[in-house]
């Protein structure tokens, strides 16, 4: 049966993303905007609601949006085990805000449900996150970030900075060995000052790598900046 997520976007054109099949869980969240960046790369998006849609997939990426919804979904449209499998067996992953909290080993302050059992996680990334680590919703905002990796898009003046936008967005308190660190919000940014006692004087992983997966606690997708989306894509073909 054809995808109508797929089929309702346009035609892949030529680019980074040329030839591959980008999954983007479709269960919950900003999935039509993670489709979108990943066709006008030139891949073919795929939006995931089966275990079936698992298969033959160059990567797949999890979107913003409720973590606690997506891991229930997942776990009633038996997704959760099939792509926690396929994370296992070297599946290239970006997660984006709720998709860094799902790939996660382990979350600080995790939902509970009505019996009290935590919410789950997918795994993959040696590290620990905080849900809703800047605010709520009305304490979002705006910032520019060093962001390693995307040396690719330097021009003479050198590698712009990434425009990031945090919705209720987790940091990263913890990360494991073979985890790099690829942006911080840092509390001197004037751009964050009424994020400060948030902060507590200490720069907040907001961007982190390990091998085949990546994840922002940012919205790319929401902003149009098309370097992340790259990155991962380099990191599909093994060329970062």
Same mark, same amino acid.
């Given at each position: 049966?054809?995808?109508?997520?797929?089929?309702?976007?346009?035609?892949?054109?030529?680019?980074?993303?040329?030839?591959?099949?980008?999954?983007?869980?479709?269960?919950?969240?900003?999935?039509?905007?993670?489709?979108?960046?990943?066709?006008?790369?030139?891949?073919?998006?795929?939006?995931?609601?089966?275990?079936?849609?698992? $298969?033959?997939?160059?990567?797949?990426?999890?979107?913003?949006?409720?973590?606690?919804?997506?891991?229930?979904?997942?776990?009633?449209?038996?997704?959760?085990?099939?792509?926690?499998?396929?994370?296992?067996?070297?599946?290239?992953?970006?997660?984006?805000?709720?998709?860094?909290?799902?790939?996660?080993?382990?979350?600080?302050?995790?939902?509970?449900?009505?019996?009290?059992?935590?919410?789950?996680?997918?795994?993959?990334?040696?590290?620990?996150?905080?849900?809703?680590?800047?605010?709520?919703?009305?304490?979002?905002?705006?910032?520019?970030?060093?962001?390693?990796?995307?040396?690719?898009?330097?021009?003479? $003046?050198?590698? +712009?900075?990434?425009?990031?936008?945090?919705?209720?967005?987790?940091?990263?308190?913890?990360?494991?060995?073979?985890? $790099?660190?690829?942006?911080?919000? $840092?509390? +001197?940014?004037?751009?964050?000052?009424?994020?400060?006692?948030?902060?507590?004087?200490?720069?907040?992983?907001?961007?982190?790598?390990?091998?085949?997966?990546?994840?922002?606690?940012?919205?790319?997708?929401?902003?149009?900046?098309?370097?992340?989306?790259?990155?991962?894509?380099?990191?599909?073909?093994?060329?970062?």
């Amino acid at each position: 049966m054809t995808n109508p997520l797929s089929t309702a976007l346009p035609r892949p054109r030529s680019g980074a993303g040329s030839g591959l099949r980008i999954g983007v869980l479709a269960l919950q969240g900003d999935f039509r905007e993670h489709l979108r960046a990943v066709e006008a790369a030139g891949a073919t998006g795929i939006g995931i609601r089966r275990p079936a849609e698992l $298969e033959d997939l160059d990567g797949i990426i999890i979107p913003g949006g409720e973590s606690t919804t997506i891991d229930k979904l997942a776990r009633a449209f038996d997704l959760a085990d099939p792509l926690r499998q396929r994370i296992a067996d070297g599946l290239p992953v970006y997660g984006s805000c709720a998709g860094m909290i799902l790939l996660a080993h382990d979350i600080a302050d995790p939902a509970t449900d009505l019996a009290g059992n935590p919410q789950q996680t997918f795994g993959g990334l040696d590290i620990t996150v905080r849900r809703n680590a800047f605010g709520r919703q009305r304490e979002s905002f705006e910032t520019d970030l060093d962001f390693k990796g995307l040396d690719f898009s330097a021009t003479e $003046e050198g590698v +712009a900075p990434v425009h990031a936008v945090f919705i209720r967005g987790p940091w990263v308190e913890r990360v494991g060995p073979g985890v $790099e660190v690829l942006a911080q919000v $840092e509390p +001197a940014d004037p751009v964050h000052a009424s994020h400060a006692a948030h902060l507590q004087g200490t720069a907040r992983i907001v961007a982190v790598r390990s091998g085949h997966l990546l994840a922002t606690s940012f919205h790319p997708e929401v902003t149009g900046e098309k370097r992340v989306h790259e990155l991962f894509i380099r990191m599909i073909r093994g060329e970062a």
